[in-house]
């Protein structure tokens, strides 16, 4: 942001006219003085909004916002979940519905997977989210955490689980994710990219920016002007009513679709094992179950871009080792198979 | 001159006989007069809540010995962290943090969807997936630590959410 003020200040030292020859001369450039430090002034507010995007951690309130947006996105493009709304319920109603009147097939493979889930999470880091667990149809074996703690497991990777410990290992990765906030530290870094391109923006015509550039620094200036006018101290409240959706739209479908087709980086894939691995030891299951399911899943697609399945082992075990809890062994059943 | 050499072993000493400190990381963890499932509560301990740590009980290795502000008492090993769990930050609050305790207690982590979700789920017209997510939330609130510690009984593993006896 230092850089952007120096540019600030060159566009305003190469705007200088000629030296003021009469009064009308002197009169015109005392306008264009206080233009400029009013101008000047503005910028410097919006500087201390993006330094602050760019110093804090992102808030609770907002990283719900951007998890359950990002949790719908995925959901929608991997084709659905297993449970329905029953017949004739409005959405209004659903968050409020007793959901133990569900009886078919998909409410009872989520209600397990959620206990499994909210058994492991309730024993995390971050024991008090709001931990919702639910079912992909898709076919593909894979999982997905959104920020907030909403874990999306595939029907594809239930498949690839033999044992509840195996199941608990991926669920427990997928945890990681959302205790680590590594979703969080990409989506702050677009933010602060955003922020910045709103302060360009500010900026004028004067940084010589092609027609195109102007363009879409317009649209991102635009969505983003709502948020920097409810964020304080960088922190933006998406909870409150008449949120600006475009803001929201802009900051996570880009990150969402990117998710869905990449790993993490190598450092947090790896530190989601080694979590994993603590928390499903310390909740009473094998280990050597979660080691077992990383070995023998597809190599391809996303899974296929995280690190290589005996490093990911090799991670898991030196983290146990470090661990000053003992782990304990069993707890191995009930077989997936009979669920 | 041994002083310093003195100190500094005296210093090191201490530190190898001090008792490791610990965190709860589970909510409404028991702390009991004595191990096992049917000991008198001492005291109920909340996430964050830090503990010292004498070791496991000898007969019963899963309750681990720990000295509390209301005395010795055992409480279960996986209830124990060496790390405290994490505060939440929120926006109303100009982002300062809170204990686990302080946000439940607001309110704050009740819901998963709120009125941004909504809100996104209408611009892009989206309104099955987010039905469906709706109904997941619901019958994840529906599954509570009574049926954790029923399901942790059930598969052999640690009852350490929900298992008051």
Not at chain 2, 17 to 34: D, S, Y
Request: proline letters at 5%.
């Amino acid at each position: 942001m230092t850089r952007l003020l120096l540019v600030l200040l060159a566009v305003a030292v190469s705007g200088c006219k000629t030296m003021p020859k009469n009064l009308d001369d002197w009169f015109a450039l005392a306008r264009e003085g206080k233009d400029l430090a009013s101008r000047l002034q503005e910028l410097e507010k919006r500087k201390a909004s993006c330094d602050a995007i760019e110093k804090n951690e992102v808030a609770w309130d907002e990283e719900r916002a951007i998890g359950g947006a990002t949790a719908i996105r995925w959901v929608q493009q991997l084709g659905g979940l297993v449970v329905t709304p029953p017949p004739g319920a409005r959405t209004d109603d659903l968050p409020s519905m007793n959901a133990a009147s569900l009886t078919d097939e998909g409410a009872k493979l989520t209600t397990y997977v959620n206990t499994v889930g909210k058994n492991l999470a309730a024993q995390s880091s971050r024991p008090s989210l709001p931990w919702t667990f639910a079912v992909l149809k898709n076919e593909q074996p894979n999982a997905y955490a959104a920020p907030g703690g909403v874990v999306l497991v595939t029907k594809g990777m239930l498949a690839q689980c033999e044992n509840e410990a195996q199941l608990a290992g991926v669920l427990a990765h997928e945890i990681a994710h959302v205790t680590g906030r590594h979703a969080l530290h990409d989506y702050r870094a677009k933010k602060t990219r955003e922020c910045a391109g709103s302060f360009i923006k500010a900026l004028g015509d004067e940084t010589g920016l092609s027609s195109m550039a102007r363009a879409r620094l317009e649209s991102t200036a635009k969505a983003f002007e709502g948020l920097l006018q409810k964020s304080s101290n960088g922190f933006i409240d998406f909870g409150q009513k008449g949120v600006n959706v475009d803001a929201l739209v802009t900051l996570v479908d880009e990150q969402a679709d990117a998710l869905l087709t990449n790993a993490y980086s190598r450092e947090a894939e790896l530190e989601a094992d080694a979590e994993a691995a603590r928390l499903i030891a310390n909740a009473g299951y094998d280990v050597g179950e979660y080691k077992k399911l990383l070995a023998k899943l597809p190599k391809g697609g996303v899974i296929g871009k995280h690190p290589p399945a005996d490093e990911r082992t090799k991670f898991v075990e030196d983290a146990l080792a470090k661990s000053k809890t003992l782990p304990t062994s069993g707890g191995v059943k009930p077989s997936l198979q009979q669920r | 001159m041994s002083r310093p050499p003195l100190l500094a072993g005296l210093l090191v000493s201490l530190v190898a006989l001090a008792e490791p400190t610990f965190f709860i990381r589970t909510r409404n963890a028991r702390v009991q007069k004595a191990p096992g499932p049917t000991g008198e509560v001492l005291v109920i301990l909340q996430p964050g809540a830090t503990v010292e740590w004498h070791g496991p009980d000898s007969a019963n290795p899963r309750w681990h010995k720990v000295t509390t502000a209301k005395g010795d008492g055992f409480v279960l090993r996986a209830a124990l962290s060496e790390t405290p769990p994490q505060k939440e930050l929120t926006a109303r609050d100009g982002g300062a943090p809170v204990d686990v305790e302080a946000f439940v207690s607001s309110g704050a982590g009740v819901r998963a969807f709120t009125e941004a979700a909504t809100s996104y789920s209408k611009e892009k017209v989206y309104f099955s997936a987010y039905d469906q997510l709706l109904v997941s939330e619901a019958i994840a609130r529906s599954v509570t630590d009574e049926r954790l510690a029923a399901h942790a009984k059930d598969a052999g593993l640690e009852v350490v959410v929900g298992g008051a006896p």
